[in-house]
């Protein structure tokens, strides 16, 4: 079921002309898990969309391809994978999916074969695959809990405490730069860089480095690496030794543990966190937080994230499925310019505020400046009634969503 969500915030929007308009974000969602669609398991370790916009799902119980409607469930029951476990997918640019397990080691699928990469044919160091990047040559990179390993479809190189002093071997992200840079995050051991053979690394104690553990990279327009920490918030190395940090104390990211992040084209931030649902950061520096207490989403924790080429935004959470989520404006004049009948306008918070609703079907949600929803209700004898002290003084949306359109006003509590 397709759930749209209105977030009641007017942003201004640049037209073509050169002016400014108002425009209300609105919020599409689309929750699938195991009960309404065919998605095997409702943890969402990994996902990728690839050349044709198919997304592939990384489950605890197989990987799930889904376009147009249409999913495809591959298994080690009626495929080529010898392990459920996925845990990273990447694709290249003959549209080959590589999958990473935690016992299989790494997997090519072309579409119809599938080809095995594991300790026991190959040189990678460990069979539990955790990241997969593939860089702009079609060579694979691969993070495995026992070393990073690069694959040129013939040789294998790879990096571990042992042979090449890098200071943990648990790689969880990889992102590559310009000019051939790859960034590394690794849990414990900080970051390193490797370019033209030669790797530098980088610590909390040795370099400043906001977190020894990050959990994702990603590299904006400029080149810049951005690491989403377990326990820093993000973090950018700007040079020079200097980390330009965001987290908690000094914007409105709400929490400073991350699971993942996603960097689109836009140099917008989707930024999946631990328990505090997903945060996204404009490109504009603007801030969003949607949750289970005021959106759609059915799970705070965000494992996975993941922008199709039609804008969008997929999430995994831990426990509670795959969403879809697309983010738009209406323009002022899309909306119904009739206001709700409230009364008393002004309200104080000592007042019994009652709201006229005439069709009994209709939703009224009320929220607060920051679009966080205060309450949803359904009216009851034509009207929607809060009890004095319900609403602390502050200026509040009200919205009546009905089958004949949208009614927007304000409250004002004093």
């Not at 190959?122 to 069979?127: N, T, V």
């Amino acid at each position: 079921m397709i759930i749209k969500h209105l977030n009641y915030i007017l942003l201004p929007l640049l037209m073509s002309s050169g002016s400014f308009v108002y425009g209300q974000l609105t919020t599409e969602w689309e929750i699938f898990n195991e009960f309404n669609s065919l998605l095997p398991n409702n943890t969402i370790r990994c996902l990728e969309t690839d050349q044709t916009n198919t997304l592939w799902i990384g489950t605890d119980w197989g990987l799930a391809k889904f376009h147009e409607g249409t999913w495809e469930i591959y298994n080690k029951g009626n495929s080529g994978l010898t392990d459920n476990s996925i845990r990273a997918i990447d694709s290249d640019s003959e549209n080959n999916i590589w999958i990473g397990t935690t016992l299989g080691g790494l997997f090519k699928f072309d579409g119809s074969s599938w080809t095995q990469f594991n300790t026991a044919n190959s040189d990678i160091p460990c069979d539990f695959v955790r990241a997969i990047t593939i860089d702009s040559s079609d060579h694979v990179w691969i993070g495995t809990v026992e070393g990073l390993s690069f694959f040129d479809g013939n040789l294998w190189q790879n990096w571990t405490i042992a042979n090449s002093g890098i200071l943990s071997n648990n790689i969880t992200s990889i992102a590559q730069g310009k000019n051939g840079m790859m960034y590394v995050a690794t849990v414990n051991g900080g970051v390193f860089y490797i370019q033209n053979g030669i790797l530098n690394d980088y610590t909390i104690l040795q370099n400043g480095l906001p977190d020894n553990t990050s959990l994702a990279v990603q590299v904006d327009e400029l080149g810049n690496p951005w690491f989403a920490s377990a326990a820093q918030g993000i973090f950018t190395d700007v040079g020079n030794l200097t980390w330009l940090v965001f987290n908690t104390s000094n914007s409105a990211l709400p929490s400073n543990s991350l699971k993942c992040m996603l960097l689109d084209k836009d140099q917008n931030f989707y930024i999946g966190t631990h328990l505090h649902g997903i945060a996204i950061k404009t490109s504009t520096n603007d801030w969003r937080n949607y949750t289970t207490l005021n959106s759609p989403i059915p799970d705070n924790q965000i494992l996975s994230l993941t922008k199709d080429s039609l804008e969008n935004v997929w999430i995994g959470t831990y426990s509670q499925g795959l969403v879809r989520m697309k983010e738009g404006y209406l323009g002022l004049d899309n909306l119904n310019q009739d206001k709700p009948e409230i009364y008393p306008v002004p309200a104080s918070s000592n007042d019994h505020i009652l709201i006229a609703v005439a069709d009994p079907e209709s939703i009224v949600i009320i929220t607060d400046q920051q679009g966080r929803t205060v309450t949803r209700e359904k009216p009851v004898n034509g009207k929607v009634s809060l009890l004095p002290g319900y609403l602390t003084p502050g200026s509040y949306q009200v919205t009546i969503i009905s089958s004949a359109g949208r009614k927007m006003g304000q409250l004002v509590v004093l």
